[in-house]
């Protein structure tokens, strides 16, 4: 018997309408701001153009040039007599306990960044982004409480 070989698919279910989906193809700043204000949660633009979001923290959407994705940040400022060792500590433990976002401590200007990517290469529905901000959103304070609540100002 002669076997086949394996023609495996990747099955992406498709929605009801495309319109449904935020893709790098159809994202806009004004179609963003647009499902915000339908979720009810708080932004304005920066001189920069990107989007802030006030979800219990000062969350930057900024739009990649590419359109491939949407990166949220959050800055915090350790204290200025903060030691590097101490700084990079922090961010070590925070990367470990904390999957879903990324912590860099800025070695110059005494900055911690948290920074998660939402991938818009296959799209994503507005109730999965807004969700996805939330979720970003109630890392950082709950990271600094457990790894660095000392270190910031």
């Given at each position: 018997?002669?076997?086949?070989?394996?023609?495996?698919?990747?099955?992406?279910?498709?929605?009801?309408?495309?319109?449904?989906?935020?893709?790098?193809?159809?994202?806009?700043?004004?179609?963003?701001?647009?499902f915000f204000e339908a979720a009810f949660l708080e932004h304005s633009l920066d001189s920069d153009g990107d989007i802030i979001l006030?979800?219990?923290?000062?969350?930057?959407?900024?739009?990649?040039?590419?359109?491939?994705?949407?990166?949220?940040?959050?800055?915090?400022?350790?204290?200025?007599?903060?030691?590097?060792?101490?700084?990079?500590?922090?961010?070590?433990?925070?990367?470990?306990?904390?999957?879903?976002?990324?912590?860099?401590?800025?070695?110059?200007?005494?900055?911690?960044?948290?920074?998660?990517?939402?991938?818009?290469?296959?799209?994503?529905?507005?109730?999965?982004?807004?969700?996805?901000?939330?979720?970003?959103?109630?890392?950082?304070?709950?990271?600094?409480?457990?790894?660095?609540?000392?270190?910031?100002?």
């Amino acid at each position: 018997m002669q076997s086949r070989p394996s023609q495996r698919r990747h099955f992406v279910p498709k929605p009801e309408s495309e319109e449904q989906l935020i893709t790098s193809e159809n994202v806009t700043v004004e179609m963003l701001q647009s499902f915000f204000e339908a979720a009810f949660l708080e932004h304005s633009l920066d001189s920069d153009g990107d989007i802030i979001l006030s979800e219990g923290v000062r969350c930057f959407l900024s739009l990649r040039a590419d359109k491939l994705a949407l990166q949220l940040t959050v800055f915090f400022f350790f204290k200025p007599d903060c030691a590097l060792a101490d700084r990079l500590a922090a961010v070590n433990a925070i990367n470990f306990n904390y999957n879903s976002c990324k912590a860099i401590a800025h070695p110059e200007r005494n900055d911690l960044i948290f920074v998660h990517e939402v991938s818009l290469r296959w799209g994503i529905t507005p109730k999965a982004l807004v969700q996805t901000i939330r979720s970003f959103c109630s890392i950082p304070r709950e990271a600094i409480r457990d790894h660095a609540n000392l270190l910031i100002d």
